[in-house]
């Protein structure tokens, strides 16, 4: 059974910093996604990683997946105040893409 | 293009009573799901489905039900409400395995 754990939970930034979120897996999993959703809102899908070594940026933000360590990593670099919503990694395994995610890192970027 | 739609996006249920939970996308995905999210948590799976006609259970089924008779709509089905049955409930659908999952609005729904 796969099982995903996210740290650090919440995250309080300054403007400017980076930052790491780190997403551990317990089994082997076919492909690692990363979802954002602000409050009160739906998932919004920022990366899929298929494959060992995998990198994509968008913007401020990057993702990496070593399939060997079972870890993904969302780096955020200089951080911004419209960064600040909770992000989700979701692996998945099998044929039907079924996802399981993590409990979520809530980010806040102050001012 | 309105991609995932689910109805409603607010409901109060006493318990006992019973609800469905409308889904409907029209990207023509063969893949279907719905998740719940109960607060400050990730999402658990329920059902899904990898075409019409086809269902099979998630990690949390009981309490719940679902149908798929097009391609378009896969409806969630509470035939009993409890107070643990409180949450927010996604639908879901994916083109393909690998490709990215496209999330309706939500559900809201309070068992009172």
């Known amino acids: 059974e796969l099982k995903v754990e996210q740290n650090p939970l919440f995250l309080s930034m300054q403007e400017g910093k980076n930052y790491t979120i780190y997403c551990n897996y317990s089994?082997?999993?076919?492909?690692l996604y990363w979802y954002r959703q602000d409050p009160g809102k739906s998932l919004e899908s920022l990366f899929v990683?298929?494959?060992?070594?995998a990198v994509k940026q968008e913007g401020r933000l990057m993702a990496s997946l070593d399939t060997k360590a079972r870890l993904s990593t969302l780096h955020i670099t200089a951080a911004v105040h419209d960064l600040s919503a909770t992000y989700f990694c979701?692996?998945?395994?099998?044929?039907?893409?079924?996802?399981?995610f993590g409990t979520g890192t809530r980010l806040q970027v102050t001012l | 293009n309105a991609g995932v739609t689910q109805t409603p996006k607010f409901r109060i249920l006493k318990i006992g009573q019973s609800m469905t939970l409308q889904c409907t996308q029209d990207?023509?995905?063969?893949?279907m799901y719905w998740y719940r999210q109960d607060p400050g948590m990730g999402l658990k799976l329920i059902y899904y489905?990898?075409?019409?006609?086809?269902?099979d259970k998630g990690e949390v089924p009981n309490g719940y039900n679902v149908s798929r008779s097009t391609t378009e709509d896969f409806p969630l089905r509470l035939e009993l409400a409890a107070p643990s049955q409180t949450s927010v409930y996604f639908c879901?659908?994916?083109?393909?395995?690998?490709?990215?999952?496209?999330f309706g609005q939500g559900t809201r729904l309070t068992v009172v």
């Open positions: 089994t082997t999993s076919d492909r």
């Open positions: 979701a692996g998945s395994t099998g044929t039907a893409s079924k996802l399981t």
């Open positions: 489905s990898v075409g019409a006609g086809i269902t």
């Open positions: 990207m023509n995905h063969n893949y």
């Open positions: 879901a659908s994916s083109q393909t395995p690998g490709t990215e999952a496209f």
């Open positions: 990683l298929l494959s060992n070594g």
